[in-house]
């Protein structure tokens, strides 16, 4: 069974930089994987940010970058705000497999 | 702006079914992807499944296989979930979103506001 794995939980001070990672248990993650990131705040519907790795939205925030890392996609943000803290979710593409996954998400807290 | 709405959601018992309607607004359509994606109380998001422009294909999760269809009707501007055997693990917020381009290969950029479902007896 595949498995997308981000960190629970991570936090960061306002004006810091922190990156959150997405990893697949069937191996390093890939361009082919077509990785996206989503920000999720309570009682809000999902709102996407990056996909395709690294490709931004038109509405996505300057501070907000995609990239891959060490074989897992990486969502960093760099100068974060108050209004960052959220959950962040990664998507990842299984085309042989025929299927989309997500990741469990990570919260970020910005104190 | 882009706009997706849901609607069907509701309480329904245990080895019932119910369909899922999305309308989409301000785009083409008939030219892009759809997915339906769900979230249980308190939990993280699952992708449910994804057909591509023409309804020609379609992927789904394990969880749903062989018991949800997802269809389109792009005359109507309408996306659907059939739900079928629903089980009370059904039990989330669902929502559609439009993929950023036509085939099964495209992840989602704007979602609705969803619908929810509650499976109890």
């Known amino acids: 069974q595949t498995v997308v794995t981000q960190e629970p939980s991570l936090t960061v001070s306002p004006g810091g930089t922190v990156t959150l990672t997405c990893s697949s248990n069937?191996?390093?993650?890939?361009?082919?994987?077509?990785p996206n990131w989503f920000q999720q705040k309570p009682g809000q519907a999902p709102r996407a940010l990056i996909y395709s790795t690294s490709n931004k939205h038109s509405w996505t925030p300057a501070r907000f970058s995609g990239s891959l890392l060490g074989g897992k996609a990486a969502l960093t943000l760099s100068g974060v705000q108050p209004e960052d803290e959220a959950e962040y979710y990664c998507?990842?593409?299984?085309?042989?497999?025929?299927?989309?996954?997500f990741g469990g998400g990570t919260k970020l807290t910005v104190l | 702006q882009v706009q997706l709405v849901e609607s069907g959601g509701g309480m329904v018992q245990p080895g019932r079914s119910l369909r899922l309607s999305c309308v989409g607004s301000v785009f083409p359509f008939s030219s892009y992807g759809l997915h339906w994606v769900r979230q249980a109380p308190g939990k993280g998001l699952e992708w449910v499944a994804i057909i591509s422009y023409d309804g020609s294909n379609e992927y789904y999760a394990d969880s749903v296989k062989g018991r949800f269809t997802i269809s389109r009707d792009n005359s109507k501007n309408t996306l659907y979930l059939q739900m079928n055997s629903l089980r009370t693990d059904d039990t989330a917020v669902y929502y559609c979103?439009?993929?950023?381009?036509?085939?099964?290969?495209?992840?989602?950029?704007?979602w609705g506001q969803g619908t929810t479902v509650t499976v109890s007896s």
């Open positions: 979103a439009k993929a950023e381009g036509p085939y099964i290969s495209y992840g989602m950029d704007v």
């Open positions: 069937t191996g390093a993650v890939t361009s082919a994987n077509s």
């Open positions: 998507l990842l593409h299984y085309g042989g497999a025929r299927l989309w996954l």
